[in-house]
């Protein structure tokens, strides 16, 4: 049933590249910790930039658990599911790590989201994976859902914010700078975006 694949390319990379939503997988390295399972959309928010690297965008939320598991043991899971035509779950197993505003990295790695305002989403870090497991499975139970549109409520709430009011914000959140499990999360205060 399952298969698996050397790098994303052909069909595999135009299925992922299709998908209107995907999902993401975190855990600590403490076997108590707390495992983080995030879903990611946002047209244009992924993008996969070799055969074997993929990066998404971090946007401003309410806690920064990926971010800080990533710091910690660089382990992530991404998911695609089909929810439309022929069933279909792939999987990449890699190792992950947040680029932040301040990386010299970062404007470069943002040139491959052109159809994204980072300015209205409190753009946060790009997170760039590198695949070591690629695979997929059946998912036949995966149910048929519609994708009908997408939300605009995001970008509405931090359009309003600039580089100074967004550090304000993730200060007063609980779980921005250090995870759920205490680990370190996203670096403050928050570098201005226009570095970059």
């Not at 049933?1 to 209107?20: A, P």
């Not at 992950?96 to 980072?118: N, Q, T, Y």
């Not at 580089?163 to 201005?192: T, V, W």
């Amino acid at each position: 049933m399952g298969k698996v694949y050397e790098r994303i390319d052909g069909s595999l990379r135009t299925f992922i590249e299709e998908q209107k939503i995907f999902f993401t997988a975190t855990a600590p390295l403490d076997g108590n910790g707390t495992v983080n399972l995030s879903p990611k959309g946002l047209a244009g928010s992924f993008a996969v930039l070799d055969e074997l690297t993929v990066a998404y965008l971090d946007f401003a939320g309410s806690n920064a658990e990926t971010i800080a598991h990533l710091r910690e043991n660089g382990r992530i899971t991404l998911m695609w599911c089909a929810f439309t035509g022929p069933p279909n779950i792939v999987r990449v197993h890699g190792r992950g790590e947040p680029v932040f505003r301040d990386d010299p990295r970062f404007g470069a790695l943002l040139e491959h989201f052109p159809g994204i305002d980072v300015d209205a989403h409190g753009l946060r870090a790009v997170i760039v994976v590198t695949a070591e497991l690629i695979r997929d499975t059946c998912g036949f139970a995966v149910p048929f859902m519609d994708y009908r549109e997408e939300r605009t409520l995001h970008a509405s709430r931090f359009r309003r914010e600039d580089d100074e009011s967004l550090d304000r914000y993730f200060h007063k959140k609980e779980h921005i700078a250090s995870s759920i499990d205490g680990l370190p999360g996203l670096p403050l205060p928050l570098p201005p975006l226009s570095s970059t």
